[in-house]
């Protein structure tokens, strides 16, 4: 079933929030506000009691003005108590208002998304809280538990991409805490369920206390722990960390634990590889579903077909759009390595699929950087993947001379037509049927 989000504000929060909720609309989220609605003459807090009651997400956004809101209040009340999967959005700071009332004093430690950060990141927040991304199949079940300080991040991220990329169950605050979660709570259930502690090395997460927080727990627990130097150093400044973490009592235990010193990058996942036992079959099977598309030219049949094949094969193995790629992760790689784990790879091509500008007018697909670019690339050089084009509507395929030369190879693949109704739901049918089929 599709998710519907009820959203819950003050009305002198409403064009802020409107900015959010238009780019929602456009990524065909299904939500319930009230400004839209609520019917003429329809009592409006039982249209917005029966609306909540039927939501399975609740967005709030905060602010000053919506703490104060009896009815906002209310409705955070009644999420809470229906146990929505709650997504809050901080519109203005109000993190003294919340104490102030028992409704709302719950969502102290309560990890949130902040609006007056890059708009394009809070909206990739709550997407991928409604639609949660697909993780890389975890081959080995031993979980991994990374601490780091938050100077640390670009390291921790790029450390929990790679070792799930290489079949490791990998526990990370910043990818595994679940917006609206608690904090705190969701941390030390993760640490308790580790059978390893990775510590990101650093004069910061020496003095970090929720590093230390996290060591003491893993030593009670008697789990292996790896430090890990987050930063190439002379042997100077090897030994100058080596003298920090003897003088804090609370860390000076690390000196008993060999610690794996930052050399190459390949050299690190080595060494953390035979440190977890993990293992990286060379063959696997493949089973996972890749859906390429432009948001402007198909974004709508792209959301009923994710919806169906969602359905069919199951929403952890189709993939509609790569937007939780990890800071300071290649993001090319990234989508290289999601492609080569599915078994299909379907390029949705619209009426002007191939024709939309770039900033200085010239087709997008140009531009070496275009994701669907790289996607297609990726999807033609991936070895034992189906490379479906997929033709929406009345169209025909591009001709070569409208694609740059590294993708013209899908002018030569057999392409499937995608109707419109009354035929969609039909043509959807087959479609699956032949997926199915392809993966046996």
Excluded at 39 to 47: Q, S
Excluded at 361 to 389: A, K, M
Excluded at 404 to 409: M, V
């Amino acid at each position: 079933m599709k998710p519907l989000v009820f959203v819950s504000l003050a009305r002198k929060n409403e064009s802020e929030a409107r900015q959010i909720l238009d780019r929602l609309k456009e990524a065909f989220v299904d939500y319930w506000v009230y400004y839209r609605d609520i019917p003429a003459g329809r009592n409006w807090r039982l249209a917005a009691r029966e609306a909540l009651y039927s939501a399975s997400h609740f967005m709030v956004f905060l602010s000053p003005e919506a703490l104060e809101s009896i009815n906002v209040r209310i409705e955070l009340y009644l999420a809470r108590c229906y146990k929505k999967k709650l997504i809050p959005v901080v519109l203005n700071d109000c993190h003294e208002q919340i104490g102030l009332y028992k409704e709302t004093e719950w969502l102290y430690n309560h990890k949130m998304i902040y609006s007056s950060t890059e708009i394009e990141a809070s909206i990739s927040e709550i997407l991928n809280s409604i639609y949660p991304p697909a993780q890389p199949l975890a081959l080995n079940t031993n979980q991994i538990f990374i601490s780091y300080a938050p100077n640390d991040i670009d390291f921790a991220n790029k450390l929990a991409f790679d070792l799930r990329q290489m079949g490791g169950k990998v526990w990370i605050d910043s990818q595994s805490i679940d917006v609206g979660s608690h904090i705190f709570e969701e941390r030390i259930d993760g640490l308790m369920t580790a059978h390893y502690l990775v510590i990101c090395l650093s004069g910061h997460s020496i003095k970090d206390e929720q590093v230390k927080r996290d060591l003491q727990l893993s030593f009670s627990r008697n789990i292996p722990i790896v430090p890990v130097i987050t930063e190439l150093g002379s042997a100077s400044s090897i030994k100058d960390l080596s003298t920090a973490v003897m003088i804090d009592e609370l860390v000076k235990d690390l000196l008993d634990i060999n610690w794996i010193r930052y050399n190459t990058w390949d050299v690190i996942l080595n060494q953390l590889k035979e440190a977890f036992a993990l293992f990286t079959p060379k063959e696997h099977q493949k089973k996972g579903v890749f859906i390429s598309y432009r948001r402007s030219d198909s974004g709508a049949t792209c959301g009923r077909l994710y919806d169906r094949l969602s359905t069919q094969f199951g929403k952890s193995d189709v993939y509609r759009d790569v937007v939780n790629i990890p800071p300071g992760v290649d993001f090319s790689k990234y989508i290289s390595d999601t492609i080569s784990n599915c078994a299909v790879i379907l390029i949705l091509i619209g009426a002007s699929w191939a024709s939309i500008p770039n900033h200085d007018g010239t087709p997008r697909i140009f531009e070496p950087s275009d994701l669907v670019r790289i996607e297609i690339e990726q999807g033609l050089s991936t070895e034992n993947l189906l490379v479906i084009p997929v033709l929406v509507g009345d169209i025909t395929m591009p001709t070569i001379d409208v694609l740059p030369p590294s993708i013209t190879g899908i002018t030569k693949l057999n392409a499937y037509k995608l109707r419109d109704d009354p035929y969609f739901h039909d043509d959807v049918d087959k479609l699956i049927a032949y997926i199915e089929n392809s993966k046996k």
